[in-house]
């Protein structure tokens, strides 16, 4: 059963710093991956999507990689901003493209100015 | 585009009435939508895959007696809780999928009371 696991659960961070954010995954055998931003009491947004063949995946200050083989990914924030504070969320599908996204927890960023 | 609406927003209805929660991609067809579920400050959880033209998929654990749901066209999917309890209140979000990407709505806080 595949489960997915971020760290850390918050963040807490000063206005232009870059920052790192950890997603782990027990199951290798994945068919992408994605990264959401969730604001409190709304739906998600999708950040970024990284086929199971790709590496990384940019857009505009954001940059998310996968190790697959390590069952590791990273967002990285560049410069942040305040209005980058929410709850990122990261999920993976399964292979045989089942579609089934499994979460996890989040990591609740604030941006202080 | 890959616009996906949800309504209502919140709803609060007294314990053993039923409530219906819609799902609706806005400029593009969707045969395949999901339900999720999303407690404080837990990941959202799959509940059931809803296929246009045929009976949903439920996840283990998920009541589909309760949990009634029907996708009738291409670009609506409902969700209806029947005899709704307290602790069916939650946060449901719905997404729909075009490609090998699922675009989530903004959710439903349900209250029961």
């Known amino acids: 059963k595949q489960e997915v696991t971020q760290i850390p659960a918050a963040l807490s961070v000063p206005e232009g710093e870059n920052l790192v954010l950890n997603c782990s995954f027990t199951?290798?055998?994945?068919?992408?991956l994605q990264w959401f931003r969730q604001d409190p009491g709304k739906g998600l947004t999708s950040l970024l999507l990284?086929?199971?063949?790709?590496r990384e995946q940019t857009s505009g200050r954001l940059n998310a990689s996968l190790d697959k083989s390590s069952g590791r990914s990273t967002l990285y924030i560049a410069a942040s901003q305040p209005g980058d504070s929410a709850t990122y969320l990261c999920?993976?599908?399964?292979?045989?493209?089942?579609?089934?996204?499994?979460f996890g927890k989040g990591t609740k960023l604030t941006v202080n100015p | 585009g890959a616009v996906v609406s949800q309504h209502p927003s919140r709803v609060i209805c007294k314990s053993g009435t039923s409530v219906k929660i819609e799902c609706r991609s806005l400029?593009?067809?969707?045969?395949?939508m999901f339900w999720y579920r999303q407690f404080p400050k837990q990941s959202l959880m799959l509940m059931a895959t809803?296929?246009?033209?045929?009976?949903?998929?439920?996840e283990q654990g998920v009541e589909k007696d309760k949990f009634l749901i029907n996708h009738a066209s291409l670009t609506l999917s409902t969700l209806t809780v029947t005899s709704a309890h307290p602790e069916d209140s939650s946060f449901y979000i719905c997404?729909?999928?075009?490609?090998?990407?699922?675009?989530f709505g903004p959710g439903t806080r349900l209250t029961v009371t």
């Open positions: 997404s729909a999928r075009r490609g090998y990407e699922q675009y």
């Open positions: 199951d290798s055998a994945i068919y992408n």
């Open positions: 990284i086929q199971s063949s790709q």
């Open positions: 999920a993976v599908s399964s292979q045989g493209g089942s579609e089934k996204l499994v």
């Open positions: 400029d593009f067809q969707a045969t395949t």
């Open positions: 809803s296929n246009e033209g045929s009976k949903a998929t439920y």
